[in-house]
Structure formats: structure tokens, C-alpha cells
């Protein structure tokens, strides 16, 4: 009916000025075939890669899309991502990067096809699964599950995303094929009151055209919902794929491999994963001569920018594995958008099962790319210095109760000195640099269990800081409500609570908003320290800044947060794209953790993923 009521007031519009009424446009129809999925009636092969807007800089968005086109791609597949367009309760942002509704239309424009995943939770690799920290504040709210409260939220936020949505779906003139109903729920319960609780808050949200499920080969069963239809993830085996989907779906199908892993994502610490083309190609071939549908994860990956990376964590003695801030996932496409090795092999197969006289559009030329002269950073400013207002408490509080999504904060209190111990923070979330007098005397890695170290403290009294970083929420499994961050417990020395504290949050949100007076003591002391510096181009290009000289922390360019680096591999390079440099003058901000005496730096035309070190500085 919204609609309807659009097209009236258009044609209202034109009557008053004058004007002819804008052809609305032409709506299709895609349903269900026993075999195969019907576009207008006819037999539909989709043929799908997965790219996030959000991990694309917005000014690229076209060209990424013209290169799946190319690759042989007919549809485009993405997730929307609740924690980016709802930051805090009720407060939507759909703007600049966040217009996820452009960005469809954009695919549109390129003659694509879009399959939606609009649901709360998407994994990704993505900060708490896409899900807004603030959840966590609200007691009782139980995620993916008919609690009122997390269903009163949820309903809130598919309502705001099918204002932007719900017209662009095929039946409406749009290119949205499908949508999704939550997703891979099958490896998480099994309550199909919970799934159809699902459908209905989308049809409520104006997504009235095919819904669908998604699961794992070993979790379709629990996922699904009786009458919509069952994709499969994780498996390029025809045999496999049919006898699941007919098995879940009335005894036929169409078949549809929702996620199909060409590669796979990296983690701190471990070495970068990479599957040569020659291994994925002749199953890619086996799934399209079999007729079926198939969309790739990923197609193109990108960068997850800012602090939004996600984690993975199993319980007990498992690690806690935050994910790179690179998510080049050794996909067709790299990080910067280029055609790979594996993208041209991907495309003699998808050539292949193409209708008879279609010719593939030419592969665009890699994106041109620059070197800039090696910079010299300015006067350090200690993080330490500086500093909001202090929010006061006798235990510790968490990034949620200071109503904090991402980042850092500063933990201070006062202690007696002369004395030595132990030093142990209870659940630590998830890297903390302790300082004693504002000199650094610990690193704690939570992905190497660290929560304790043996300090000696000095006479007197004695200024304790702790200076914690969130390295991203979990993002898959059923640790999804244990995802506070911060000091989430207490603080021992010698065995006796340390109370008495003050916080202050450090989110940069805005780096142009962090002052810039130089603190000339911070290298000394081992403060973690902002440096700035500035360039001029005469011409842009992609490049990579080479931060393997540098320790940890994360870069700013422009105002843009390109992500975090981290010496302990495998990413040693920060992606900068060219869309967001400019000729004339640029600015760059680093914030380094453990070297604040490095002010070199230089860049690279080619990415370094694959470099791993032994161990992290630790003081």
C-alpha cells in the first residue's frame, strides 16, 4: 500500500507543476520452479558474489559492482548491518557509506541482480555479529530467541530497514531477488516459533516477496522454516545440495548454495589463508553444470574500517581469535577491487554456462596505484593526557556501562606504593597496557591468556593506569551475550580488590576532534602516542602504508579510520584507498600502542598479508 500511496502523490506532484508523471518501474516476477528459480516466468541461474558495502569505500561502490559483472556475475549478495545503522537505541544513520539503499540501486543501474541479508545477526566476521552493543545493557534481553524485549528492538530496526528496502524488491520494480530471514540459525537453535516470528516482522516490514532461510550442510534441518526455501551453505556437492534442500523443502527444490567458500578470512596471529584457484574452479564448474544457483563468500571482501571486526571464541581454554582488519579473504577480487588469478578462472568456467551468444564485458585494467615519499610524523601526543571527564565508580565499569560501543578506555586509580605483587585483572576484554606513574610496565594480550603481571611499585602513593582496547565482540557461536568489553570483573593486587576508580572513554569517533598538543615526555615513558602529518599529491592512486616498523594501532586518513595494524601479523600493510586521498594536501593520524619513538612512515604499491611474528612487543 506504501507504495501505491507513493505513485499517487507523484502523480499529484505533476498535475500541480505541469509536469508528466515519472514512469514508475517495471516490476518482475521471481518465484520458485521445481528445479530451478523462474524470473518472469523463465528459468534463472543466479550466479552471486557477496560484497559489503560497508567494507567499500561509497565513491568505488560502482566499480566493485562492474566488476562482478564482469567476472560473469548476475547477481550481487550483502549483508545490512544493524550495529552500523542503529548505533545507539532508536537513532538510525542510512547515510554516506551507511546508504545501503543507493548502493542497491547502484547495482541496479549496472544491470545486477540483488540478493538481501537484512536480518539482525550476520556473523561476517563483524562486530558482534552486526548486533549494536547496547543490547547487552538491557537485563533479561535474550538475542536470537522470542524474548519480548530483544523482539521489540529487532522489530524497530527491520521496520527502519524495510522503509529503505522494501520498494527496491523485484516485485516492486527493484533489483532485490530474495531476501533473508535470519541467518545460519540452524548452528545456533532450533525454535521454529523463533523462525516464524522471523517472517512475520519482515512481511510487517513490507518485505512481501521470497523469503528464505540459510544454513550449514549439518544444520539445515534446525534452521529453516517450513514453506520458505532452504539454502545451503559451505558445500559444492550437487548430489548433497539436492538430497538437503529436497529433503527441507516438499521433495524439490530450486537449489541455491547461499555461501560458497572460495577461501577463507584471516585472525591476528596466524598466517593468512589463501586456496589457489585451480582447487575451487572445477567445483564452481561441477555446481553450474548441475544447473543450480550459487553466491560466493566473498566475491570481494575489502577492509573492515574503523574498530568493527569481530572475533571468534569457543569457551574455556579456546583462544579469543579477533579477526584482521584486511578482509582481502583471498577472494577473485582483492582488497582494493583488482581481478586476481582466481577471478579470471573463476570467469572461463562461469563463460561457460552462459546463455548461447552472451559475451562477458572486458576486464577492467588493475586500478592505478602510487607510492608516497616516506613521511616523517610530527610531535607525539600522549594518549594519556588530555582526557575527558572522568566517569567515577568503586569497581570497574565496561565500555556498555559507559555506554561505549568501541575503542578504548582509560582506567585510573590510586594505590599505596612500596610494595610488590600481583597484578590480575578478572576477565579482561581484550588487551590492556598497564602503567605505573605513567610509565608502561605490562602488556596483557587476552588471545595469549594474559590477565596478571608481577609489578613493583614505588614509595608513595602511586597512579595506576590501565589502558584497555576492545579487539572486537564475538561474532559467531553462543557466546553472543558474554561480549562486554573493558574490565569486566575486578582488579586484584596482592590479592585485595583494587576499588576506587575513574574512567575515561576514548572512542575516537572523530579523530579531528582529539587535540594535537605535543607531550615531548610520552616516548620516554612508553605512553601510547598520536603523531600526525600532512603531504601533498599531485595525483591520486591506491597505496599501502607499511606499518611493519611500527607496533600496534590504528591509522586515520583524511578523517577516514582505515583500520587497525598490528605487528603480529599476517597484515603488515594498511589498504588506502584512492577514492579517499586527494590531490593537494592530505592528512595522516597514527596511534601507536608500543613504539611511540617510530615516526617513519613509508608505503608500498602492493599489500603485505602474509607475514607473521613470533611474538608481540610486550614492554
Not at 543466479?46 to 566499480?63: N, T, V
Not at 532485490?176 to 510487517?204: P, R, T
Amino acid at each position: 500500500m506504501r507504495y501505491l500511496f507513493a505513485l499517487l502523490s507523484l502523480a499529484c506532484l505533476a498535475l500541480l507543476t505541469g509536469s508528466q508523471a515519472p514512469t514508475p518501474p517495471a516490476a518482475h516476477t521471481f518465484a520458485l520452479g521445481p528445479e530451478q528459480f523462474l524470473l518472469d516466468g523463465k528459468p534463472f541461474q543466479m550466479i552471486s558474489g557477496e560484497l559489503h558495502y560497508p567494507r567499500i569505500p561509497r565513491e568505488a561502490w560502482r566499480q566493485r559492482i562492474r566488476m562482478a559483472k564482469a567476472m560473469g556475475l548476475n547477481t550481487i549478495g550483502t549483508y545490512v548491518f544493524w550495529n552500523l545503522h542503529e548505533p545507539q537505541p532508536g537513532q538510525f544513520d542510512f547515510k554516506g557509506n551507511n546508504d545501503v539503499a543507493a548502493f542497491v540501486k547502484i547495482a541496479q543501474e549496472e544491470g545486477m541482480w540483488v540478493v538481501l541479508r537484512p536480518s539482525p545477526y550476520v556473523c561476517a566476521e563483524w562486530e558482534f555479529g552486526g548486533y549494536p552493543y547496547w543490547l547487552q545493557n538491557t537485563p533479561g534481553l535474550q538475542v536470537r530467541s522470542q524474548e519480548p524485549q530483544y523482539v521489540a528492538a529487532y522489530r524497530r530496526y527491520i521496520q527502519a530497514v524495510g522503509q529503505q528496502l522494501a520498494p527496491l524488491q523485484v516485485n516492486h520494480g527493484g533489483p532485490v531477488l530474495m531476501v533473508q530471514i535470519e541467518n545460519e540459525y540452524g548452528s545456533y537453535g532450533s525454535d521454529k516459533a523463533y523462525l516464524a516470528l522471523n517472517q512475520k516482522l519482515f512481511q510487517e516490514a513490507g518485505f512481501d516477496g521470497l523469503l528464505y532461510t540459510c544454513d550449514p550442510v549439518n544444520d539445515v534441518g534446525r534452521g529453516h522454516l517450513p514453506g520458505l526455501l532452504p539454502a545451503v551453505n559451505g558445500t559444492d556437492k550437487p548430489a548433497q545440495i539436492r538430497q538437503l534442500v529436497r529433503t527441507n523443502h516438499a521433495g524439490q527444490g530450486p537449489y541455491f548454495v547461499a555461501e560458497w567458500y572460495p577461501a577463507w578470512f584471516d585472525w591476528w596471529g596466524t598466517p593468512h589463508h589463501t586456496v589457489p584457484a585451480e582447487r575451487y574452479a572445477p567445483r564452481l564448474d561441477t555446481v553450474l553444470a548441475a544447473g543450480m544457483s550459487i553466491n560466493m563468500y566473498m566475491f570481494h571482501g575489502g577492509t573492515t574500517r574503523g574498530f568493527l571486526n569481530g572475533a571468534n571464541y569457543k569457551g574455556g581454554t579456546t583462544r579469543y581469535e579477533p579477526q584482521t582488519s584486511s578482509y582481502d579473504y583471498d577472494a577473485p577480487l582483492d582488497e582494493a577491487g583488482n581481478a586476481t588469478p582466481k577471478f579470471m578462472a573463476f570467469r572461463e568456467v562461469i563463460a561457460r554456462h552462459l546463455p548461447a551468444g552472451s559475451q562477458l564485458p572486458a576486464v577492467p585494467a588493475a586500478k592505478a596505484t602510487i607510492r608516497i615519499p616516506e613521511l616523517t610524523l610530527g610531535a607525539a601526543t600522549s594518549v594519556l593526557t588530555g582526557l575527558p571527564k572522568a566517569v567515577a565508580s568503586q569497581r570497574p565499569l565496561t565500555f556498555e556501562a559507559l555506554k561505549q560501543a568501541y575503542g578504548f578506555v582509560l582506567y585510573r586509580t590510586q594505590v599505596p606504593g612500596g610494595r610488590t605483587g600481583l597484578l590480575k585483572i578478572k576477565e579482561l576484554r581484550d588487551y590492556g597496557l598497564v602503567f605505573v606513574n605513567g610509565k608502561r610496565v605490562a602488556v596483557l594480550d587476552r588471545r595469549l591468556a594474559q590477565d596478571s603481571a608481577q609489578l613493583t611499585l614505588p614509595a608513595g602513593t602511586v597512579t595506576l593506569d590501565i589502558l584497555v582496547e576492545n579487539l572486537g565482540r564475538v561474532n559467531f557461536g553462543k557466546y553472543l551475550l558474554e561480549n562486554r568489553k573493558g574490565i569486566t570483573e575486578r582488579v586484584l593486587f596482592q590479592g585485595q580488590e583494587v576499588l576506587n576508580w575513574q574512567q575515561f572513554p576514548l572512542p575516537f569517533n572523530d579523530i579531528a576532534q582529539v587535540p594535537a598538543a605535543p607531550t615531548y615526555a610520552a616516548t620516554a615513558s612508553g605512553a601510547p602516542v598520536l603523531r600526525r602529518a600532512s603531504f601533498t599529491l599531485k595525483a591520486v592512486g591506491d597505496t599501502y602504508l607499511d606499518m611493519r616498523a611500527w607496533g600496534k594501532g590504528c591509522v586515520w586518513l583524511n578523517g577516514h579510520h582505515l583500520g587497525r595494524y598490528w605487528e603480529v601479523g599476517p597484515q603488515q600493510t594498511v589498504y588506502v584507498p584512492a577514492e579517499w586521498l586527494r590531490p593537494g594536501r592530505n592528512e595522516i593520524v597514527v596511534l601507536e600502542l608500543l613504539k611511540p619513538t617510530q615516526t617513519k612512515l613509508a608505503s608500498l604499491e602492493k599489500p603485505i598479508l602474509d607475514a607473521v611474528a613470533t611474538q608481540s612487543t610486550t614492554n
